[in-house]
């Protein structure tokens, strides 16, 4: 059987980095993992391709090669995976959707022949016969209980079907699940709340693998948490160092963590040691009841600036997860956060509203309270798929005005200043590469003669040859994403919030109408779309 593995297009978001990959000569930030461990798990006999359309479009003669499609994807890819799904029945071709969001909303994607749910490993048997079974309905392929696989079953990931040298960062994977129960966050519904890990040697043979096939750079861990089982991690570590020794450290890692991992400094060197240079941390609000209300009770036995100081005195970078719009939250939010963002000195501060996203404890809450207008996009930075407790105009303006300000270029590049006075002298040691000159090179140049804010490139790139020099590559690297995060923000992110502000505005203002009787314009409150007839 012949498999061609779609990976759908992305649209621009902070996430992305869209308006910087050419300065690195890449087309896409990070590839399809997730695909490429569904190939490894398909029988050795079939034939496999891969195409991201974020590299290049899809062509009708891929389409047609194929005996089934596969796509795989996260609710923000929804729109091109119905388009690709359309266009492989126009050739009559049939289609396989999985992954996050057809996990999470199966009802979404009955355009697709089969709908697979949840993990693929000790499955692989039900959908080779469900692909070898003719049918003219939509089948939708379910777990049959809440076990889930262990990662010891997981096998090496077919990297060779990707065109690895397109990609910012590789990807591999540690470890499904986490332990706590946030409101908000569909992976404990996903992948359950016991973090199940693969053997150290599983991590190496695939950070090995990619060396093999020639990549080298930044490998992302996108495991949601990597330390929900801490004895694994601390069993994993030493194997990754010694191999990075080994090999004279050809990555620089970086990963997902909670933050209770300042409370353990050990295994936060350990991670430094291995070649772990920046971890996402979901912070989220500096508002105690808000972070009661999301269940997020974790970071409420924390002191969270002083956590976040530790990890980066110990030589991790920490880009950090916000959000606004709790129930809990009051106009006063927007300052807490700018304040606390402020006080920790986040570079990459990913601010989101919140959204309700299907399958979570959040969105049965709101569902049952009668709130969600829709199962949303995926895109957290977009206006909420519901009714929000604080009035939506204050909300979206609030989080309008807190945007403007983080992403300024004076304040972006104060805190990666701030991060580079805080932190190690010699961070990371990872061994450069030509194409790594080539970036710097081509960075001088747009960041530092063609920018508009070159003032506040150069005056970072001095600061850390004076005092640091070994955090020179790093400031380029930080100017590099700040250029996206700044151009997304303003070019793109706060448009759309101002115009949804606007609409906002529109229903709630009077409209002129004509009086039947005198011919005279008079005001008439505008009723919502739902109320307007015909």
């Known amino acids: 059987m012949k498999i061609l593995f779609v990976n759908p297009e992305f649209p621009v978001t902070y996430w992305g980095f869209q308006y910087t990959l050419d300065l690195a000569g890449k087309h896409v930030n990070v590839p399809p993992l997730g695909l490429v461990t569904v190939a490894a798990l398909l029988p050795q006999t079939w034939e496999l ?39 492989a029945h126009a050739l009559d071709r049939r289609v396989v959707v999985g992954g996050p969001a057809p996990t999470t909303s199966p009802e979404e994607y009955l355009d697709a022949d089969w709908v697979f749910c949840g993990e693929l490993e000790g499955r692989e048997s039900e959908l080779v ?11 939708v392929l379910k777990r049959s209980s809440d076990e889930r696989p262990e990662l010891l079953t997981s096998p090496l990931p077919r990297f060779d079907l990707l065109q690895l040298d397109h990609y910012a960062v590789a990807a591999i994977q540690f470890s499904r699940g986490c332990p706590f129960s946030c409101e908000f966050c569909d992976i404990v519904e996903i992948f359950g709340h016991r973090p199940r890990t693969k053997e150290a040697g599983q991590v190496v043979r695939e950070l090995a693998t990619l060396l093999a096939l020639g990549f080298h750079g930044s490998v992302f861990l996108v495991d949601d948490n990597f330390i929900g089982n801490k004895k694994a991690v601390r069993r994993l570590l030493p194997e990754i160092t010694a191999w990075q020794q080994r090999q004279h450290f050809p990555f620089e890692l970086f990963t997902e963590a909670s933050l209770n991992l300042a409370s353990d400094p050990e295994l936060a060197h350990a991670m430094v040691a291995a070649g772990f240079t920046a971890v996402f941390v979901g912070i989220e609000t500096p508002a105690p009841a808000s972070l009661a209300g999301a269940g997020k009770t974790q970071n409420l036995r924390l002191d969270m600036v002083a956590s976040v100081d530790r990890l980066t005195a110990i030589g991790l970078e920490v880009m950090g997860g916000f959000i606004v719009g709790f129930d809990q939250d009051d106009p006063t939010i927007f300052a807490r956060q700018s304040s ?18 299907p399958g979570t404890a959040l969105w049965r809450r709101l569902k049952g309270q009668g709130r969600l207008r829709s199962g949303g996009s995926g895109d957290q930075f977009e206006r909420p798929n519901f009714e929000p407790a604080m009035d939506e105009r204050t909300l979206l303006q609030g989080y309008a005005d807190l945007l403007a300000e983080i992403y300024t270029p004076a304040a972006y590049y104060g805190r990666c200043a701030a991060v580079m006075r805080r932190s190690p002298k010699t961070p990371g040691r990872r061994r450069i590469h030509v194409t790594d000159v080539m970036i710097c090179v081509k960075a001088l140049w747009s960041l530092g003669i063609r920018s508009s804010h070159r003032r506040h490139f150069w005056s970072l790139l001095a600061l850390s040859l004076r005092s640091k020099g070994k955090q020179a590559a790093w400031a380029i690297s930080q100017a590099i994403k700040g250029e996206h995060l700044i151009r997304y923000t303003f070019e793109h992110l706060l448009p759309r919030i101002h115009q949804a502000i606007v609409d906002i505005d529109a229903l709630r203002s009077p409209v002129p109408v004509l009086d039947g009787l005198s011919g005279k314009r008079r005001a008439h409150p505008r009723a919502p779309p739902a109320q307007v007839a015909c």
């Open 340 to 357: 606390f963002i402020e006080a920790t000195a986040i570079p990459m501060a990913m601010v989101g509203l919140l959204t309700a996203l």
């Open 49 to 87: 391709r891969l195409t991201d359309i974020n590299i290049r479009p899809l062509t009708d003669q891929e389409l047609l090669w194929a005996d089934v499609v596969f796509l795989g994807g996260m609710r923000i890819q929804a729109k091109s995976m119905h388009a690709v799904i359309r266009r």
């Open 129 to 139: 016969a469900a692909l070898a079974t003719p049918t003219d309905t939509h089948v």
